[in-house]
């Protein structure tokens, strides 16, 4: 079983960052894709940017030159950097594992951090 627990969001003015975490503990596969989600209210919960476990990372449009995601393997911790931030990034943000193991598949979530943007 896998626990995901995130920390860093908050409140922010646009132009503004923050840097949010995911620890990940329990066994996590031979390899895996984490990401971050977010959600806002009155939509549906959408894919903000993924990354390997050996690195490879992916991004939503509306973030690209913005957000930075990356990995801590030896932690086990995953990062996005936010940067310029703008009010509809307004959202929880969810971490996200996919892995297989053996032939089990693993899809955890952690339990979302609030990012909310002033104007």
């Given at each position: 079983?896998?626990?995901?627990?995130e920390s860093g969001?908050?409140?922010?003015?646009?132009?503004?960052?923050?840097?949010?975490?995911?620890?990940?503990?329990?066994?996590?596969?031979?390899?895996?894709?984490?990401?971050?989600?977010?959600?806002?209210?009155?939509?549906?919960?959408?894919?903000?940017?993924?990354i390997t476990k050996?690195?490879?990372?992916?991004?939503?449009?509306?973030?690209?030159?913005?957000?930075?995601?990356?990995?801590?393997?030896?932690?086990?911790?995953?990062?996005?950097?936010?940067?310029?931030?703008?009010?509809?990034?307004?959202?929880?943000y969810y971490c996200?594992?996919?892995?297989?193991?053996?032939?089990?598949?693993?899809?955890?979530?952690?339990?979302?951090?609030?990012?909310?943007?002033?104007?």
């Amino acid at each position: 079983q896998v626990q995901l627990v995130e920390s860093g969001g908050g409140l922010v003015q646009a132009g503004g960052s923050l840097r949010l975490s995911c620890v990940a503990s329990g066994i996590l596969g031979s390899s895996w894709t984490m990401g971050w989600y977010r959600q806002a209210p009155g939509k549906q919960r959408e894919l903000v940017a993924s990354i390997t476990k050996i690195g490879y990372s992916n991004y939503t449009d509306s973030v690209k030159g913005r957000f930075t995601i990356s990995r801590d393997n030896a932690k086990g911790t995953m990062y996005l950097q936010m940067n310029s931030l703008r009010p509809e990034d307004t959202a929880v943000y969810y971490c996200n594992l996919k892995s297989w193991l053996a032939a089990t598949r693993i899809d955890s979530w952690g339990q979302g951090t609030q990012v909310t943007v002033s104007s």
